[in-house]
Structures are given as C-alpha cells and as structure tokens.
C-alpha cells in the first residue's frame, strides 16, 4: 500500500475465470503499455515444439506456480504500476500479468535456469512463457531426470504448480493447446482448446445472424484465435480474409473504440471454421526436409496402406535424404538456383558487402541473373 500521491499511474483491476475453477488478476495496463517502448522478442511456439521432437519421444511437461511474481520490479518503476481496491491505493512490488516486457523479462530470467539445466543434463527442454516441455527417447531417464530439473527450478527460488505438472513420461502429451502424439507423431487440437473455440464460435455466429453490434476488439480476439489453428488449417488466411476486411475497415474509419454490425457475408467463413473445429482432424507431423525444416499435412485416407503409395514417399518416416537431395538438385538445376551454392559466390558477395562496394553487388547479381537464364535456356533446348 502507498500514499494516493506517490502513484505516478493508475491501472484498471481485471479478474478473468482460469481453469479449475480459480481466478486470474490481471493488471489492464493497455493504456501504460501504449506509453512503453516496444521490444520486439520471439517466443517459443509450435514450430519450435516440432524442431525439436523425435519419432518414439516420450515428454513430460512442468508448470511454473505465479511465475512472473518471482521477478521484483525496480523500485523506481513501482508507481507506474499503480491500482486502487476498496478504497486505497497499492503499487506492485514484483513483476504483474498484462505489462507487455513481462514475459521478455521473466524468459530471460528463466533462461539462465534452462541454461544450466541443459550443461547437466542430456534432456532436451523447451519453454512457452511458465510452461516447460522435456524430452528423451529413454522412458526411464526421462522420469528420473524430470525430477532432478524440478529440484534444480526450486533451487533458483521458483515454485512448481504440482497439479499442473505431468511428471509419468508419455507419448502423448498436451503442449501450447495441442495435444502431441509422439508414437503416431501427430497433432490435434486439445479437448479443452477446441470446447472453447466452438463455444467462441457458435456466439459470434448468432451475434451475426441477429444483427447484433460487437466491439471491434472482440472481432479481433475472434481472428486471433482461429489464426492459431493454421498449423491445423494450411490455407487459415484464406478464410479470414472476410472477417480481416471488417475489421480493417471499422479500424480505418477510427470505431475501434464502438460496435459495429459484423457483416453477414462473413457467415459462410464461421462455419467453415465452426465445422473444422468440430472435426479437429488429426495432422500427422512430417520428416524433417533437407531444408532443415518440419512441415504438417493432414492424415489422408489410405495413407499407410498399399493404395496410398503416392502419399506414403511423401509422410514416410523412412524417406531416404538421398532422395530428397536428388531432388532438390534437380529442381535447383532446373530454375538455376544451383550456382547459389558457388562458395566462390558467396565469397565474392561478402567481399563486396564488406567493402560497401554497390557497383560490385550489381554486376554479381546481373551474373546470377544470366547465368539463371542460361539454364532455362538450355534445359528447354
């Protein structure tokens, strides 16, 4: 508690239902975050989530308890951190939920943790905010090791959210709202991620139907959580270019602050969507490419069966790399990307980059581009 003077900014108190039936506090600090430096930092996601796994993995997962309370807030920065409850004013005096830097300061805490964990371990381990993946090919390692990473966690002053916490080993396991299947190697959406944006969805839908005005914010939580489903749905973008139109529109006539009547030709997108999140279809997780990169399909009919051969070269985990390079060889043969990965290219490139030389860079490129053609040239000869 502080002295109402003392307070240099006041922010809203926010309560939000959380699962098991608690309660989340949540610090709307929409207006001071405006006011802050933007740091752009990438979190972890389910590309790197697919980097990482290996066919036959088994995973557990930990779940940090009041993560970013961990963290203390430098003293004078605690008056912008104001609220005001029953009466009297309170500042915080650890890190709060809903300040934009929060998570990049608390994944940079928590790196130095995963750091040492990694140099003494062989577990490989990945993090999303306070939700930590582990994995191992070996049942039994991974079990004792997950137990030594929840000592060493608490060692650094962290709490452990025990009920939260998958500690058995499985081959089946829920992750950033996907449940992975490392046996089968697929993905789909969790039950309790796809109840809630069915609910989500069935609400706008009637609010569309009614005519009903929204607020464009809400549409745009609505757009938010359906581009989550991309690595389910390839073609995602395809069918938000309704809603995304509507919403650019209330934004460039300034109505993000008032309700507009969703159109009704956006009703054939939600149900589409309202559809495939009623089927939440299986995706089988693809074999890492020579491009050093994963990539997610749907599971087709008659896949592992001998009438899915053309499918099967495709997902099989046996696909040998030397077909992929073979391939990828001729393709670069064909466009005349192949002369790329001249290392004297590349050589000539740096130099010219090195000493600022734009004449130099020119010609190279002009070189790119005749030889490019010359390819195409004599391919189709």
Same mark, same amino acid.
């Given at each position: 508690q502080i002295h109402p003077e003392r307070a240099k900014w006041f922010n809203p108190k926010l309560i939000i239902p959380k699962h098991h039936q608690k309660w989340r506090k949540i610090l709307d600090a929409s207006e001071l975050n405006n006011q802050i430096q933007t740091i752009h930092f990438k979190m972890n996601g389910t590309d790197q989530v697919r980097d990482l796994i290996r066919k036959g993995d088994w995973a557990t997962s930990l779940d940090l308890k009041s993560a970013f309370h961990h963290l203390i807030v430098y003293p004078p920065h605690r008056p912008y951190l104001a609220f005001e409850a029953m009466g009297k004013v309170y500042q915080y005096r650890a890190t709060s939920f809903g300040t934009q830097h929060s998570p990049i300061f608390f994944a940079q805490a928590l790196a130095m943790v995963l750091t040492k964990i990694?140099?003494?371990? +062989?577990?490989?381990?990945?993090? #999303?905010? +306070? +939700?930590?993946?582990?994995?191992? $090919?070996?049942? @039994?390692? *991974?079990?004792?090791?997950?137990?030594?990473? &929840?000592?060493?966690? @608490?060692?650094?002053?962290?709490?452990?959210? %025990? @009920?939260?916490?998958?500690? @058995?080993?499985? %081959? $089946?396991?829920?992750?950033?709202?996907?449940?992975? +299947?490392?046996?089968? &190697? #697929?993905?789909? &959406?969790?039950?309790?991620?796809? %109840?809630? *944006?069915? #609910?989500?969805? %069935?609400?706008?839908?009637?609010?569309?139907?009614?005519?009903?005005?929204?607020?464009?914010k809400y549409l745009a939580s609505i757009i938010g959580k359906l581009i989550f489903l991309r690595v389910q749905v390839r073609e995602a973008s395809l069918y938000l270019r309704l809603m995304d139109a509507a919403k650019t529109r209330a934004l460039m006539n300034k109505e993000s602050r008032e309700n507009i009547f969703p159109p009704r030709e956006i009703l054939q997108q939600l149900y589409y969507w309202h559809g495939m999140i009623v089927r939440n279809q299986e995706m089988t997780l693809e074999v890492k490419n020579s491009g050093g990169s994963y990539g997610i399909r749907r599971i087709s009919e008659g896949l592992w069966s001998d009438s899915g051969t053309t499918n099967r070269r495709y997902f099989s985990p046996t696909w040998r790399k030397e077909q992929i390079t073979e391939e990828v060889d001729k393709q670069q043969e064909g466009d005349g990307s192949h002369i790329l990965r001249s290392i004297q290219l590349r050589i000539s490139l740096q130099r010219a980059a090195n000493q600022n030389d734009p004449h130099q860079v020119r010609q190279l490129y002009r070189n790119i581009r005749f030889n490019k053609t010359k390819s195409r040239i004599n391919l189709n000869s």
């Open positions: 990694r140099r003494e371990s +062989d577990i490989r381990i990945l993090n #999303y905010v +306070d +939700d930590l993946l582990l994995l191992h $090919q070996n049942k @039994e390692r *991974l079990r004792e090791q997950t137990l030594i990473i &929840m000592k060493i966690i @608490e060692t650094f002053g962290w709490t452990i959210a %025990q @009920e939260k916490c998958e500690i @058995e080993p499985k %081959q $089946q396991i829920n992750f950033l709202g996907w449940t992975w +299947d490392l046996k089968r &190697m #697929y993905i789909r &959406m969790t039950d309790l991620r796809k %109840q809630e *944006l069915r #609910y989500q969805l %069935q609400r706008l839908i009637s609010l569309t139907e009614k005519l009903v005005p929204i607020k464009i």
